[in-house]
């Protein structure tokens, strides 16, 4: 069974910084989401990450992906409050009629 | 207008009742999806549909049924109600495997049990 643990789980940080989220995943996947959910709100999808070495960039959110580590990156750089929302990963899991695994979220929260 | 869309939003209900959450989607996706989303647990598949009346039990089916009698629709029937079931509930569709695929999600229904 395909565990996703993302950390942290709570981030506070202040505008202009720079911080990563974690996403380790136990078994092999080779394609892995991240989304963002403003509260309230429905899922919207960042990044698709396909392959090993996989990076992509969208303004200041740069993801990344090692499938031999199975670990995936979200690199947020100098941070604005815009920014502020929970973010999850999610991996494919169980072969060509896989589903997705969600991790727990990461509640972002950026302050002047 | 194209997408996905679920009804109601919200919803309160009473335990032991039976309650349908819809779900209807404008693409012609083959594939649909039911998740429930809990504080600390990130979201979890309830069942999902490759086809009209093809369904699959997901990591938590138990107290839900569903039904795709249409490919664009995909209904979510709690047949008793518990306190338990007590969440946000989204749908979401793909036109294909999750495998090979990117899932695409509706707003949302927000459903209280009493």
């Known amino acids: 069974e395909l565990k996703v643990e993302q950390n942290p789980l709570f981030l506070s940080m202040q505008e202009g910084k720079n911080y990563t989220i974690y996403c380790n995943y136990s078994t092999t996947s080779d394609r892995l989401y991240w989304y963002r959910q403003d509260p309230g709100k429905s899922l919207e999808s960042l990044f698709v990450l396909l392959s090993n070495g996989a990076v992509k960039q969208e303004g200041r959110l740069m993801a990344s992906l090692d499938t031999k580590a199975r670990l995936s990156t979200l690199h947020i750089t100098a941070a604005v409050h815009d920014l502020s929302a929970t973010y999850f990963c999610?991996?494919?899991?169980?072969?060509?009629?896989?589903?997705?695994?969600f991790g727990k979220g990461t509640k972002l929260s950026v302050k002047p | 207008d194209a997408g996905i869309t679920q009804s109601p939003r919200y919803k309160i209900t009473e335990t032991g009742r039976q309650v349908t959450l819809m779900c209807h989607q404008t693409w012609s996706h083959s594939y649909m999806f039911w998740y429930r989303q809990d504080l600390g647990h990130g979201l979890r598949l309830i069942y999902y549909?490759?086809?009209?009346?093809?369904?699959d039990k997901g990591e938590v089916p138990d107290g839900y049924v569903v039904s795709r009698s249409k490919t664009e629709n995909f209904p979510l029937t709690l047949e008793s109600a518990t306190r338990s079931q007590t969440s946000v509930y989204f749908c979401a569709s793909s036109p294909g495997t999750p495998s090979y695929n990117e899932q695409f999600f509706g707003p949302g229904t927000r459903l209280t049990v009493l």
């Open positions: 549909s490759a086809a009209a009346d093809i369904t």
């Open positions: 999610a991996v494919v899991y169980g072969g060509s009629q896989g589903n997705l695994i």
